[in-house]
């Protein structure tokens, strides 16, 4: 079981920054993948970005050059850097994470870009 906590959301002007933190208990963070997922209201939850246990990353076409995700498997905690943030990143970004068929989320939190 792994249990799963996000901080870090809030209100930002465009333009601005936030960084989420996902901190990890109840199991090894390395042997997961991580990633962060968001959900705007009156859409589907979407990939955002993903880091594997090696450190691989891959992220969404909408926040290439924009974000970076990045793990501490020492604090057990995973990091999304989100830079030059825009009205459409808006949102309540999740923590996933996945190991074979296991998949655990954590409650979210919400990311407003507005002015």
């Known amino acids: 079981q792994v249990q799963l906590v996000e901080s870090g959301g809030g209100l930002v002007q465009p333009g601005g920054s936030l960084r989420l933190s996902c901190a990890a208990s109840?199991?090894?963070?390395?042997?997961?993948?991580m990633g962060w997922h968001r959900q705007a209201p009156g859409k589907q939850r979407e990939l955002v970005a993903v880091?594997?246990?090696?450190?691989?990353?891959n992220y969404a076409d909408s926040v290439k050059g924009r974000f970076i995700i990045s793990r501490d498997n020492a604090k057990n905690t995973v990091y999304l850097q989100m830079n030059s943030l825009k009205p459409e990143d808006t949102a309540v970004y999740y923590c996933?994470?996945?190991?074979?068929?296991?998949?655990?989320w954590g409650q979210g939190t919400q990311v407003t870009v507005s002015a």
């Open positions: 109840g199991s090894i963070l390395r042997l997961y993948a």
């Open positions: 996933n994470a996945r190991l074979a068929d296991l998949s655990f």
């Open positions: 880091i594997t246990g090696g450190g691989s990353t």
